[in-house]
């Protein structure tokens, strides 16, 4: 089975500030792996993936994860919280023979001024 | 271009009664998905379509069914509406299945009593 943890349900972080929202997976195979956002009131958005190459990942809105196969781990990061990313974030894993992809249960981002 | 679109917005129903949410998309993409969105669960799977006129079961298919005529409609019904099946609904689709980004509808809130 494949599963994916967001082990915070709130993350707190002050404007300017480094942010980071965790992410651990278990798969079989080689997983591919997404974050999405979503505001409030709206539908998922896609922020980026890994699928294989380099370890780091940037994607949408200054975000990037870095994959850690020994840890299991792709965490988002971004180096200067902004207000305007309050939301909340998403993990999703896709391992070997599955269907579909298997979200996490989110992780509330909130940026103080 | 409207990708995807959901109705209605939201709606209350009574107990027993049946009702479909519509998912319209654009993009002429393969693949398509419902999730359904509960508080501190995050995104469940629901049944997924990887192209038209094939169905699958998700992770919580119990008390629903879809179809897929065609490329652009993947219609949700609830037979007999349930109380825990109060949830906000999501259709999404990708390019080509799982491992392709997935692009995501406004959602439909509903309320069964």
């Known amino acids: 089975a494949q599963s994916v943890a967001q082990p915070e349900d709130q993350v707190n972080v002050a404007e300017g500030n480094p942010l980071t929202v965790k992410c651990t997976y278990s798969?079989?195979?080689?997983?591919?792996l997404f974050w999405y956002v979503q505001y409030p009131n709206r539908g998922l958005q896609f922020l980026l993936k890994?699928?294989?190459?380099?370890?780091l990942v940037k994607g949408s809105y200054g975000f990037e994860a870095e994959f850690n196969k020994s840890q299991t781990s792709f965490h988002l990061k971004k180096p200067s919280a902004l207000v305007s990313d309050s939301a909340l974030y998403f993990c999703?894993?896709?391992?070997?023979?599955?269907?579909?992809?298997?979200f996490g249960s989110g992780t509330r981002l909130q940026v103080q001024p | 271009i409207a990708g995807i679109t959901q109705a209605p917005t939201s709606q209350i129903l009574a107990a027993g009664r049946r009702m479909t949410l519509r998912c319209t998309q654009d993009?002429?993409?393969?693949?398509m998905y419902w999730y359904r969105q509960d508080l501190g669960l995050g995104l469940r799977l629901i049944h997924y379509?990887?192209?038209?006129?094939?169905?699958g079961k998700g992770e919580v298919p119990d008390g629903y069914s879809v179809s897929r005529a065609n490329t652009d409609d993947f219609p949700l019904t609830l037979a007999s509406a349930v109380p825990s099946q109060t949830s906000v609904y999501f259709c999404?689709?990708?390019?080509?299945?799982?491992?392709?980004?997935?692009?995501f509808g406004p959602g439909t809130r509903l309320t069964v009593l």
């Open positions: 993009m002429r993409h393969n693949a």
């Open positions: 890994y699928i294989t190459g380099d370890n």
């Open positions: 999703g894993v896709y391992g070997t023979g599955r269907r579909a992809l298997t």
């Open positions: 379509s990887n192209t038209a006129g094939t169905t």
């Open positions: 798969v079989s195979g080689n997983p591919y």
């Open positions: 999404a689709s990708s390019r080509a299945g799982a491992t392709d980004t997935q692009y």
